[in-house]
């Protein structure tokens, strides 16, 4: 059966966070509280919630704050985020949005619209964390290069490649560890890191090893290791290896080469495949499809000017149209998106891209 | 007794409604302060809220009729609350010039649907609203929204102000939409019009009455933000008339 879904609540008025939770409960969600920043920050690593809801104006860490620690670490920098927040300012949600927080909920709020957003933000979740795990087994059975899972320790799976590469029996490589793939000084040159992934304290490193040698011959292989998901109790990293590496270009090699086979498979790159790509090998970004900008020239401009909160007035001044023409572009705009107002098409084209801050 | 003849007898030229210039007032302070009210409001009301609906949730089927009219009070102030905290920011965001309109074709008889009778929620008996809509065009290009809570709040304030009965004429011309609303209650003193548009405002005559004078800063802020004009004919203890012109956009 589904595992209970667990939410982290972040907000210093024990009150409503209380309140929160009750509501949460009494949907069946599993919670956790922590009423000040620091402790919300703490108990996400703790508590490896699903989802987090956190409260904006809190003292002395903020919910930007927290946002931008918890976004630094690999470990739930894809988790929902949402906002809670006691202001519909526009400056708000804009630089909420700017720093990539998933949604944004303005208090007081009806619980069941609560709810609803907050399934709406799982099951996107959801998908995108199935769709990344198909992807990464195509990837995995078709790369070149030597993949494998592991926790620090113990490998838990290995694509054909590595099997190659170490020219072991298929069957048997799930019981070793890393430790016996490697010779050992090069294990020991890497142990500490290793050590730190498992911690969290460190998302990824890359370096030169040898394995350990078989039938005499001891061969080299650049190794890089990424923290893949981080379970309750453990964290499972994905370690990649690529033989003869020849210094310059083996990223952009790796890169084209698997861009060519996912082209043939017809697999399509998104935004966390991209991601787990590009924090492997640290040097190439994938090119990412972004969405054609829906706006004309004069709207953008209207779009942008409108952004640094400046009344129609000044912006049909500075563009040199009249105020009906800019509250035109702005009905244009909202009409486009769907919007009801100018902060939801701002917050539309935030989410989607179609401006820079 | 002209002007009277003027306000009571409704056929009669309206000649004398004046555009209602809007005074300036300090629009930054407004908005501090309305920020500073709405963020530490925010948190009680969204408290109050939730936890209504929860009790309501845990209430049994067969729970006594005390504790459910109880609850149902609790509810209806706390919506009262966040009416008001709606209310604030709207204007906030009119202050900063952010509200903008989502124009749409719609037909005139739309604005006066059965959603629209919510009015009957504010106890101010909305059986004395005489309405009388007779548009030459019968479909208009606006926002259908923002026109509707321009008439609801016109009309509680008509209600709240008079005991007598409150009529609403709605007409259209290929150009504009055009909506008034005449009562025969208090009054504006005549030096106060063109105040009594600001948010919080309220008129020396209407102080007994409860209030936060937020109505007509709301009307003043969509109106605006429709491209419409207020034009306005009061004498005290006589009653008022109050009509909003707004273009037809798809005229423009």
Redesign the interface.
Known sequence: MNVQTKILIIDD?Q??GR??E??LK?NGYGVCFANNGALGIQKAFEYNPDLILCDI?MNPIDGYQVYNVLKESSLIDRTPFIFIT?????QDIRFGLNLGVDDYF??????SNLIRSIEKRLSKYRRLKEIGKQEFKALFKLSPYGIFLFDGNMIFEANPALVRILELDATKLTSYSIREILDIASFQKIEVRIHKCTKGLLNSFSENVSLASRNGQKKQVFLSVSVYEKYSNHTLMMGLVIQNPSNETVADVYVSEILKILKKENIVVTDAMGKKLTDILRIHTVKIKKQASIFSDRENQVLHL?ME?????TIADKLSIS??TV?KH??SM??KTN?????EVIVYALRNNLIDL | MESKNILIGGGISRTELKMVRFTEFNEVEYSRIISAISHDISNPVAILKSNIQLLSNNFSKNENELNREILSMCDESAEELVRFLDNIRLINLSIKSIITPKIALFKIDDILNDRFLDIEKLSLNPKRIFIRSNPEFTEISSDLEFIRQILFNLLTNALKFSRAEVTLSISSTEASLEIEVQDFGVGIPENEVDEIFNPFFRGSNVKKTPGMGLGLSIVKALTKSLGGKIYLLSLINQGTILRIVLPNERAN
């Open positions: 008025d009150r409503l309140t929160i009750n509501v009494s104006n006691g202001n519909s300012d526009l303005v208090k007081p709020f009806d619980n409108s909160g400046l009344p129609i007035k105020d009906r509250e702005r009905s909202m009409g919007s009801k107002n100018m902060i």
